[in-house]
């Protein structure tokens, strides 16, 4: 098995990069975090043209048709820029609910205008006091008699729900889990915009008998099992890119930072716990390709070991993530505590990629339920 990334992953690192590194600096994130809306439409509009919004998207809607390795790159290389633009909201959660189940008719509508950065998705599972639960919604649907579909709840922390055109909406159905595409100012829709700690726009949305087209191309639990799976996977490698962006402004500034007329990393108290933070990077690294092995092995085992190998990954990486925010702060001192300087807004991204989809108490008791890591055999003493 070949780990590194193959040379077209490798010139879309490579080219990523350097755009953000021009183009999407600090001063300009700033600008853009200030803003009305809080990201940057015309910065959507490059993505687009880049083919970022749709690689993973079959060519026939208008995709690249590739595979999420290839998001995972893109995904790494905005944690390091700190993105705002909502492209997992849109390009992973959005689009891969549409791919997964819609029809044909609805993936002709939807996916090729995601592609050109003309829709904005957003997946609403979340709902106040069912904490990280998204199978069991209190959100109804109810068919009229000539077939029409209309919606009644209220969903939270929809994550670029502010923006979005569509939702793709978790409800019930006769007693059954649906999902269900929901145009954003139809009737019945109401929505309050919310900025989230680390600046990406989120909102909390009431459906009053909202009308909705159902979402019936594939098993909604398998999609939406796989959609957290693959969604998680996404924020593991943005988390590593931004541990690797905060680490490298950490050791920049031991080095010019000077005390007593000596740089600050002179210390070695200093230089170990630097040492330390970089170990833990690469056991997170580590673990984001663990995680999105899972999700794009070729010959995939059960869901359930999919899922297991999944929330693993991500006790890992929230770990890591805690350390990797807090510790450079602490190594910065009281500059580390300013909204002007960029190593607190890595420290808010990385503490909120921790608690998206769950938390460190969630993920454990879900991964002792289904047995662990790795399942337990009695030993043969014969």
Not at 32 to 59: C, H, T, V, Y
Not at 138 to 150: H, L, N
Not at 260 to 277: K, M, S, V
Request: charged content about 20%.
């Amino acid at each position: 098995m070949d780990l590194e990334l193959n040379d077209i992953q490798q010139e879309l690192a490579s080219t990523l990069n350097k755009y953000l590194r021009t183009e999407y600096d600090t001063a300009t994130r700033e600008a853009i975090l200030k803003s009305e809306e809080g990201f940057s439409r015309d910065q959507w509009n490059q993505f687009a043209e880049m083919g970022l919004l749709g690689l993973a998207i079959p060519e026939n809607y208008g995709g690249a048709e590739m595979t999420f390795a290839e998001v995972a790159v893109v995904l790494e290389a905005f944690g390091r820029a700190l993105v705002l633009e909502p492209f997992l909201a849109t390009a992973v959660l959005g689009a891969n609910a549409v791919l997964a189940a819609g029809s044909e008719e609805q993936k002709q509508e939807i996916l090729p205008a995601v592609c050109e950065g003309q829709t904005f998705l957003a997946f609403a599972g979340l709902e106040p006091n069912q904490r990280y639960s998204l199978t069991t919604p209190s959100t109804t649907a109810a068919a009229a008699a000539d077939g029409a579909v209309t919606l009644t709840g209220e969903k939270n922390s929809v994550l670029g729900g502010d923006v979005a055109d569509h939702l793709i909406v978790t409800a019930v159905e006769n007693g059954d889990l649906g999902l269900f595409l929901v145009a954003a100012d139809a009737d019945g829709v109401s929505r309050v915009a919310h900025r989230q700690a680390d600046g990406l726009g989120s909102a909390s949305v009431k459906f009053d008998n909202a009308p909705a087209q159902r979402l019936n191309g594939a098993d909604a639990h398998e999609v939406v099992a796989e959609l957290l799976d693959t969604a998680n996977a996404a924020i593991m490698a943005e988390a590593v890119g931004a541990m690797e962006a905060s680490l490298t402004m950490t050791a920049e500034y031991l080095k010019t930072r000077e005390q007593f007329g000596a740089p600050i990393g002179a210390n070695q108290a200093l230089q170990h716990r630097a040492a330390d933070l970089y170990a833990e990077l690469e056991y997170a690294r580590s673990m984001a390709l663990y995680s999105r092995l899972a999700v794009t092995a070729e010959e995939t085992g059960s869901e359930k070991d999919r899922h297991r190998d999944v929330i693993a990954a991500k006790i890992v990486i929230d770990e890591s993530a805690r350390n990797i925010s807090q510790e450079p702060i602490q190594m910065h001192g009281g500059i580390g505590m300013t909204m002007e300087y960029p190593i607190g807004h890595y420290a808010k991204r990385l503490t909120v990629i921790s608690r998206t989809f769950d938390d460190a108490d969630s993920l454990t008791a879900e991964l002792a339920e289904i047995g662990g890591l790795i399942e337990p055999h009695a030993a043969d003493l014969n």
